[in-house]
């Protein structure tokens, strides 16, 4: 006999195996299962940093660059101060398990970058500025 620790639905089960043989025409039966075993306590994933949000005020001429939807900054593809085209990409938002591509609404400059890579952002959040 061998004793197994089963996890099932969170519950741990302490359960006794028979090993039989190839060949062998040992006689089956089925053991009763124990009482459950306390159950593990579940690996906890570290919580996120907090990253502080740095919104600016934009002025006339420029354009704001908001979050279309709820997601975490993937990458930032552009720095402040880069010339930007219309339909560049700005930034890489993952959002339900797809990464999705922010692009630049019109020619400028970048004048200031919001967020930073792993941010968790709302819908309407400031991303980046361009003038």
Request: charged share 20%.
């Amino acid at each position: 006999m061998r004793k197994f620790i089963i996890n099932v639905n969170g519950n741990s089960y302490e359960v006794d195996v028979e090993e039989v043989k190839a060949g062998s025409h040992a006689q089956r039966t089925s053991a009763p299962v124990s009482e459950p075993v306390a159950p593990l306590a579940p690996k906890q994933a570290p919580a996120p940093a907090v990253v502080p949000k740095k919104e600016v005020a934009i002025s006339a001429g420029q354009n704001l660059v908001e979050a279309p939807m709820p997601g975490n900054i993937f990458k930032i593809l552009v720095s402040e101060g880069q010339d930007v085209k219309s339909g560049d990409v700005l930034l890489i938002l993952e959002a339900m398990k797809m990464e999705n591509e922010i692009l630049a609404p019109r020619d400028g400059k970048v004048v200031n970058i919001s967020t930073v890579v792993g941010a968790s952002v709302n819908t309407g959040e400031q991303l980046v500025i361009i003038g």
